[in-house]
């Protein structure tokens, strides 16, 4: 192809053949695909998410050092089995028997009730969000920002129980409850024979040994 | 009457653009992806809001199964091969050099420490089957996990983040008992992984 026909002028056709360059592409377009699909089967795309958990340390703290939950602000979550939830507000001691309340995982569940308790906090939040998402503030001042928020004195501090019957699923649902509604200070605590009473006493009344 | 001529149109369609664009997305797709890491158990995760990623290395990686085996892995090979003979210290169990290869190339496994040698000993093919996953004892009495966790913290040094993997329907009491037993290691900071969910409309 690179060389140069020389046009004979003298009658005599003498054409050279000109051979087609023409390269069939098919074949490999075939083997691209085909090693689209193997990575695509064979990797993954997405890093997995993670929720950071910090649980309380083991280490004995002393009374005046321990931080003590104000009544007032107090909610305990106890996970039960089959998806449900319980709730009360406040201390739960003998003498004055909590008000247990029945919940669920939906949106009008749970987290309606979390979201009414931390009002003040989810409707800053849910205005740092928008600025964020309009690109009004850094990512860094958003993060510094939440803090200063979800630290408000008046959020609630919630107290996470799960029974036995609870599953993990159970669990990660209510921690990222925490999260959609910006409750900073919340817990996983062992669950105690008096709130697996009150769940008894909830589901069927008279059943457990409660004093009324 | 003529015969109505009909042009004979070649049917050579030109695949040069079509291989442009295979080769451009298998480019895009080796560049953006990582390959997956066979992994002891399969666990379906729950799905949560939250979008802090995993860290890429130097990660302590624990699989509990629906039933609550616990299952186990770090990502650095030469700290498993130092783990394994930690470990074969402390159990009074001499690991051939052979084994600790071996070990050095299992991404995650979940049996007592009893049993180790005759897992290594499996082809590799054979130790994801469900009879070879008898998950790592990790009760009160038999609590052979939290001496892995010792040995890997004391490898890997504070860096290392720890992962839990569980699946959805898990019971609870189960998780309970291996982050007892992380807790009782003063290891009170961990990441569960979880996929993405979208974070509800409004708020």
Redesign the interface.
């Known amino acids: 192809m690179s060389e140069i026909v020389v046009e004979d002028k003298g009658g005599k056709k003498n054409k050279v053949k000109r051979l087609s360059t023409?390269v069939?592409?098919?074949p490999?377009?075939d083997l691209?695909?085909l090693?689209?699909t193997f990575?695509?089967l064979?990797?993954?795309?997405?890093?997995?998410?993670?929720?950071?958990?910090?649980?309380?340390?083991?280490?004995k703290v002393s009374e005046a050092e321990s931080s003590k939950v104000k009544e007032s602000q107090a909610v305990t979550v106890l996970?039960g089995k089959d998806d449900k939830v319980y709730y009360f507000f406040g201390s739960a001691s003998e003498e004055k028997i909590p008000d247990l309340k029945a919940s669920n995982f939906s949106?009008s569940g749970i987290?309606d009730v979390l979201l009414q308790r931390n009002a003040e906090v989810?409707i800053q939040?849910?205005d740092l969000?928008a600025k964020l998402k309009k690109r009004e503030i850094s990512d860094e001042e958003f993060a510094k920002k939440s803090v200063e928020i979800k630290s408000s004195k008046n959020a609630p501090t919630v107290i996470i129980k799960?029974?036995?019957?609870?599953?993990?699923?159970?669990?990660?649902?209510i921690?990222?409850e925490m999260?959609?509604c910006s409750i900073s200070r919340y817990a996983?605590v062992?669950i105690t024979d008096y709130d697996k009473e009150l769940i008894k006493e909830l589901e069927n009344p008279g059943s457990s040994m409660l004093k009324k | 009457m003529p015969k109505a001529k009909i042009a004979r149109k070649s049917t050579f369609v030109d695949m040069t653009a079509m291989t442009d664009v295979a080769f451009l997305l298998l480019n895009f797709i080796l560049l953006t992806s990582n390959f997956v890491k066979p992994e002891a158990v399969s666990v379906s995760a729950p799905s949560s809001v939250s979008e802090v990623k995993i860290p890429e290395v130097n990660i302590m990686t624990i699989l509990v199964d629906p039933d609550g085996k616990v299952f186990f892995g770090i990502d650095n090979q030469d700290a498993r091969v130092e783990l394994l003979s930690k470990i074969g210290d402390s159990y009074n169990i001499s690991f051939t050099a052979q084994e600790k290869k071996e070990f050095g190339l299992v991404n995650s496994f979940g049996v007592p420490v009893e049993s180790l040698k005759a897992f290594l000993a499996l082809p590799s093919d054979k130790r994801s089957l469900k009879e070879n996953a008898l998950g790592i004892p990790c009760d009160s009495i038999n609590n052979q996990f939290k001496t892995w966790v010792k040995f890997a913290r004391e490898i890997n040094g504070k860096d290392m983040a720890i992962a839990i993997k569980c699946d959805q329907t898990t019971p609870y009491p189960k998780i309970k008992n291996v982050m007892n037993s992380l807790q009782e290691l003063r290891e009170n900071r961990f990441n569960l992984i979880t996929n993405l969910e979208g974070m509800p409309q409004g708020l």
């Open positions: 023409r069939d592409m098919a490999m377009c691209g695909f090693l689209i990575f695509m064979s990797t993954s795309m997405a890093k997995p998410q993670t929720m950071d958990l910090n649980m309380p340390s083991r280490d996970l949106p987290r989810a939040m849910r969000r799960a029974t036995d019957e609870a599953n993990y699923k159970n669990m990660v649902d921690l990222d999260q959609i996983l062992d």
